[in-house]
């Protein structure tokens, strides 16, 4: 199988045909999704544990769902309420979980690196929902389907990643994904919100909007990540939707039949304008979330035959 993981830990570590090999798989669990019976069996007999150290809506409820849909015991650690506020380590709440068998391991942490290092600890399949600012690797797939379904190609395109790209996980994870595929990738954000090293990464850089936007066949729209700020990084929130929300005049660089995504959750009338998120002939973000689910089941059936596979070696070892 052209699907080599044992965790999903980050773009970085896939090859561009372990993400064509999850990306058609996906594909047609969108297309079970639409189907009265949305079940398949490919998790049945599994347990799944959720812990997300960090808010989450879209990401817990579509892994959630996913394992549901494909057979799997799936349960949501409440972290908020674990003994973490007690004082455990993230180590030893791990270790816990792995005493309970778990066999797929779905982790949000607000640290970078958090869940690489948990993955070295248990003996199941680990998958990153989002590490601090490193990496959302389901989100990147899930964007890249949606891209993909959309434009009928994943190379060759002009994508523009726009906003907050400093603090994003989202941002990083697409610029790999993308870049892997071959396609040109502009960010377009203020200075203060670019990462440092950023002009290695292979992209093109703008601090206009509209000159970045020219010719562009996806406008990918970030969040301001407040939260993730220690301190000033725009002169003020109007000021920023200025120069950088995207609005209708903004739009009209990119091509006419560009499309627009947003990976939620979004602020309306700072990152984007609302008629533009809500127009049903530009955006994609009822489709980013639809495919979120069909990642997701994607992503947890090849991760369960690989972990299968690796049982039935020791097994046959032993
Ligand atoms: C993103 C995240 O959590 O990194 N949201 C998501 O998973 N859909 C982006 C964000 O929080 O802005």
């Known amino acids: ?75 949501n650690m409440a972290m908020a309420a674990s003994s973490l506020k007690k004082g455990e380590t993230l180590i030893d709440t791990a270790l816990t979980l792995n005493a309970m068998h778990p066999d797929l391991l779905v982790v949000r942490h607000p640290h970078s690196g958090a869940v690489n290092l948990l993955a070295e600890k248990v003996n199941c399949a680990v998958l990153n929902a989002g590490d601090g600012k490193h990496e959302h690797p389901t989100q990147a797939l899930l964007d890249a389907l ?61 601090d206009d909007m509209q000159a970045g936007l020219e010719g562009c066949d996806v406008v990918m729209m970030l969040r301001l990540q407040k939260e993730r700020m220690d301190g000033a990084f725009i002169p003020s929130e109007r000021e920023y939707y200025h120069r950088f929300g995207l609005d209708a005049e903004k739009l009209s660089a990119a091509k006419d039949d560009a499309i627009v995504m947003h990976p939620g959750p979004m602020n309306r009338g700072v990152e984007i304008d609302g008629t533009i998120a809500d127009d049903i002939n530009r955006s994609v973000i009822q489709e980013q979330v639809e495919m979120g689910v069909a990642v997701r089941m994607a992503a947890m059936d090849l991760l369960a035959q690989n972990l299968r596979a690796r049982r039935a070696e020791r097994g046959a070892q032993i």
């Open 146 to 206: 949606t891209i993909r379904r959309a434009k009928g190609r994943l190379h060759r395109l002009n994508i523009a990643i726009c906003g907050d790209i400093a603090h994003s996980r989202v941002a990083r994870s697409n610029i790999l994904l993308l870049g892997k595929m071959e396609n040109r990738i502009r960010l377009i954000g203020p200075p203060t919100l670019m990462p440092a090293g950023v002009s290695e990464w292979g992209v093109e850089m703008y």
């Open 1 to 75: 199988m052209s699907f080599r993981q044992n965790h999903l830990l980050g773009i970085e570590t896939l090859a561009p045909d372990e993400i064509v090999t999850l990306l058609d798989l996906a594909d047609r669990y969108a297309e079970l999704e639409r189907g009265v019976d949305k079940h398949g069996d490919a998790l049945k007999g599994l347990t799944q544990i959720n812990m997300f150290f960090e808010a989450s809506t879209r990401t817990q409820a579509s892994f959630e769902l996913a394992g549901k849909r494909l057979g799997a015991d799936v349960m």
